[in-house]
């Protein structure tokens, strides 16, 4: 088997032959931010990750105070609620299919700045409800925002990194959705639902101002044939100090072999479907994996197993271990490489969700039905077994597996599928086909939340876990078969390994 694309230097990767490499301190000028310009940019970006994690598990306070609600046209059903909670999903894949037009039509950073307005106007809706239908259309319309962000945030930031910072810059999304996620179980300790909507308005605020100081990706503008801003967007994020002028030509080579869109015959091209597939497959495998319903249904799960200690503590646990994974990763990706953590990550994924359909198949039961989700008179698990003692410590297996299983998502197939995303995929469609890995991604999220319980009912919980733990082996196979290592690597460098047809994976 022939090295992979971080193999050792040498003729066989050296990808842009005609000009001469950089000397090592030009590499070091390109590759190492030698500016403070390029987190601040950024950070205003990845603001609009801290509110999709927000406006995700804003129904997490919500429903419950809805359900007690004493107006009778706010006053949420069983059904209701599902699809309160649901629609977000629905909303997300729309702004996905949305990203596909949007994100090579108005740029990254434009169509991040638009996505403040469905925002703001979701949250005005849900702040301002006088029905279901207001909190329902709210909803859909900040998932519709959300959606939106989740495809051109990691785009954005993936084209302004330099390589040496890339994997850390491009963990920065998934670190600030489980911030603005923890900052709503916060405030919904302290908020009435309505000002939790408005408490949601600030960061798209804030997002928008910041992002108006900020430049557009070089790459989008040399796209454009805007050559002159494109140098200065370069100059600005790297710092007047640094030589941006080899970076630049690698870029403008890079954008000019490209200047036309993708057709459908080129499209039919390995370099191209390669890496779009490779996307695709990884988004539709991380949801396969089982996060969006463990993490909706997290307390319900809790409920459902016999659990030392109360489920809303567990739940508070598992979301602080999520903060703590996330930031193990944004700190080693680019030192242990991306393959690493992903067989890292569905290593122990596999292990935690094995554990939890063996517990739930074989341990202990809570001693009372549970009916937090109303799965007819039985809990989620459904099999009858000896009753556990409220004491024992055998108790602490769910908690601990979730926890391992939350570790290993965060470390791994959550930030990494969005940064490989943003990396492999080819300038010519990368707007389309970040739209498309958003749209796939939200769907499964949507079909396999909304079949989770269905499936709970009919076989017990013990089932979704143990096919959980199935895909996980599957993303094992996956990662060392179909995906490259891009540590290190510029965009151009990983684009020129797809066109030449390497065989170091993907035969």
């Known amino acids: 088997m022939q090295e992979p694309l ?7 990767y050296d990808t842009f032959p005609e000009k001469s490499s ?27 990750n801290f509110s999709f994690g927000y406006a995700l598990v804003y129904t997490s306070p919500v429903i419950p105070a809805l359900e007690l609600s004493l107006d009778p046209d706010l006053r949420l059903t069983k059904t209701q609620a599902s699809w309160f909670g649901s629609v977000f999903t629905l909303g997300a894949a729309a702004g996905g299919l949305s990203a596909m037009v949007l994100n090579d039509l108005l740029g990254r950073k434009l169509s991040i700045m638009f996505s403040a307005v469905p925002s703001a106007a979701g949250y005005a809706l849900m702040a301002g409800a006088h029905g279901f239908w207001m909190l329902l259309l709210g909803r859909t319309m900040t998932g519709f925002a959300g959606g939106l962000t989740a495809a051109c945030i990691p785009v954005y930031v993936s084209e302004i990194a330099p390589p040496g910072v890339r994997g850390a810059l491009g963990a920065t999304p998934q670190l600030m959705a489980v911030f603005g996620s923890l900052s709503l179980y916060a405030l919904g300790l302290l908020l009435p639902w309505r000002w939790l909507a408005v408490a949601g308005e600030g960061p798209v605020l804030v997002m928008t101002l910041l992002l108006s100081f900020m430049p557009n990706s070089p790459r989008f503008l040399l796209s454009r044939g805007r050559d002159a801003e494109a140098l200065r967007a370069l100059a600005w994020l790297r710092g007047a100090d ?70 809303k503590d567990d739940a508070a646990i598992v979301g602080a271990v999520r903060l703590f994974s996330v930031l193990i990763a944004a700190l080693t ?27 739930v198949h074989l341990g202990p039961k809570p001693p009372t039905p549970n009916s937090t989700v109303e799965l007819e008179s039985a809990p989620l698990g459904g099999t009858e077994q000896p009753l556990a003692a409220p004491t024992s410590y055998l108790t602490l297996v769910p908690l601990v597996a979730t926890m391992l299983f939350i570790m290993g998502y965060a470390m791994g197939w959550g930030p990494i599928t969005w940064l490989l995303m943003s990396e492999i995929l080819p300038l010519q469609a990368r707007g ?61 460098q990983i684009e020129s390994f797809f066109r030449t047809g390497r065989r170091s994976f993907l035969h």
Request: with cysteine; glycine share 6%; charged share 15%.
């Open 242 to 311: 640094t030589d941006v002028r080899w970076e630049f030509s690698q870029i403008q080579d890079n954008v000019q072999r490209q200047s036309t869109r993708v057709s459908w015959a080129e499209a039919r091209s390995p370099h191209v479907y390669r890496p779009i597939v490779i996307a695709l497959l990884m988004r539709f495998l991380q949801q396969l994996t089982g996060i969006t319903p463990i993490l909706v249904y997290l307390q319900p799960i809790f409920e459902s197993t016999a659990v030392l200690l109360p489920p």
């Open 6 to 12: 971080l193999g050792a230097e040498g003729p066989d």
């Open 22 to 48: 950089p000397s090592p301190g030009e590499r070091t000028r390109v590759g190492a931010p030698q500016n403070k310009r390029v987190f601040l940019a950024t950070f205003a970006a990845v603001l609009g």
């Open 333 to 359: 990706m680019d030192l242990a490489g991306r393959k690493v953590l992903l067989f890292v990550s569905a290593t122990i994924m596999f292990a935690a969700n094995l554990t939890l359909g063996l517990y």
């Open 432 to 492: 389309v086909a970040s739209g498309l890995c958003v749209l796939v991604s939200w769907l499964t999220a949507f079909a396999l939340t909304k079949s989770f319980l269905l499936v709970v009912n009919a076989f017990g919980l013990q089932v979704p876990f143990f096919f959980f733990a199935a895909i996980c082996l599957v993303n094992l196979l996956f990662t060392g078969c179909c995906v490259p290592e891009t540590k290190g690597r510029s965009l151009e």
